[in-house]
T-cell receptor
Framework: KAGVTQTPRYLIKTRGQQVTLSCSPI?????VSWYQQTPGQGLQFLFE???????NKGNFPGRFSGRQFSNSRSEMNVSTLELGDSALYLC??????????FGPGTRLTVL | EDQVTQSPEALRLQEGESSSLNCSYT??????LFWYRQDPGKGPEFLFT???AGEEKEKERLKATLTKKESFLHITAPKPEDSATYLC??????????????FGKGTKLSVKP
């Protein structure tokens, strides 16, 4: 079975721009979660989607948004980028079990 | 607020020198504890899930154990390829702004030949 895939793997943007990241979960997995990872804060929860519905949202500003499609693929969007948004963005998927399987991440650099 | 603390932050070992990593947690209603391995620039790779105190899981040179307040990841006779950051995460029943799965900040392990 193919693992979680994320595109693009690397992105460089400038302040004020917006960005869209994509995540394709493992086949059959209906839950997708997004995390932001930085050296200082570790992994911080952004949001979780299940069957196209957002179940949870982390303590991030409204500039961070996401959605999930009927095929379970998910996207997250960050508008009006700030320098502090530079991070590794990770997507994880799971089935009914609790174990989350992570993708390789998207490295976002904001200049 | 629920919390997960890992120690030490960094650990340097010689090849073959066994040691343990610690993960302590304060979570209401623990549903499970997970260990992941993360290599630089990559996503976390799932290692183990533990559900109840006294449970142990093993995989090659790694063994994870769980008590009511903490978990240990024991590394026996490590090799340089075991060098990575090891992340601990706890699963709680309710979501909220932290999400269901709360991560520690990890222990960076370096194994020198």
């Amino acid at each position: 079975k193919a693992g979680v895939t994320q595109t693009p793997r690397y992105l460089i943007k400038t302040r004020g721009q917006q960005v869209t990241l994509s995540c394709s979960p493992i086949s059959g997995h209906r839950s997708v979660s997004w995390y932001q990872q930085t050296p200082g804060q570790g992994l911080q929860f952004l949001f979780e989607y299940f069957s196209e519905t957002q179940r949870n949202k982390g303590n991030f500003p409204g500039r961070f948004s996401g959605r999930q499609f009927s095929n379970s693929r998910s996207e997250m969007n960050v508008s009006t980028l700030e320098l502090g948004d530079s991070a590794l963005y990770l997507c994880a998927s799971r089935t009914g079990t609790d174990t989350q399987y992570f993708g390789p991440g998207t490295r976002l650099t904001v200049l | 607020e629920d919390q997960v603390t890992q120690s030490p932050e960094a650990l340097r070992l010689q090849e073959g020198e066994s040691s343990s990593l610690n993960c302590s947690y304060t979570v209401s209603g623990l549903r499970g504890l997970f260990w992941y391995r993360q290599d630089p620039g990559k996503g976390p790779e799932f290692l183990f899930t533990l559900y109840s105190a006294g449970e142990e899981k093993e995989k090659e040179r790694l063994k994870a154990t769980l008590t009511k307040k903490e978990s240990f990841l024991h590394i026996t006779a490590p090799k340089p390829e075991d060098s990575a950051t090891y992340l601990c995460a706890v699963l709680r029943p309710m979501g909220g702004s932290q999400g269901n799965l709360i991560f520690g900040k990890g222990t960076k392990l370096s194994v020198k030949p």
